[in-house]
């Protein structure tokens, strides 16, 4: 999800040099969130190992995570864009469902 992420804003959009702060400081932090997610996710794929599929699940869960993640911070504002183009919406929620099924399937 980190590297999708950092692929989308930072080298097609260009969007990292909109951060009114340093690039560190946001990279920096952007990792400890996406570490955080990804072990979300993964304490919920092994939290039900009742599911005869597991692999399914996994991929399941991961794909509705990145989806919720994006959800919420849409909801809350956290972009790099105050513009809001539908594009750019299925863009980073693809973005996000995307590293969620990754780290699911994983």
Known sequence: MFFLSYLWHAQILNDFLKIPYPIDVFLFISTIVYLGIGLLITALTYM??????SFKYGILV???MGISI???????????SAVIDLKYIAVDAGEQA?????????
């Open 48 to 53: 039900s190992k009742k599911i005869k599929n």
């Open 62 to 64: 991961g794909g509705i």
């Open 70 to 80: 994006y959800a919420i911070t849409f909801v809350f504002g956290i972009s790099f």
């Open 98 to 106: 995307v590293g969620g099924l990754i780290c699911g399937w994983v």
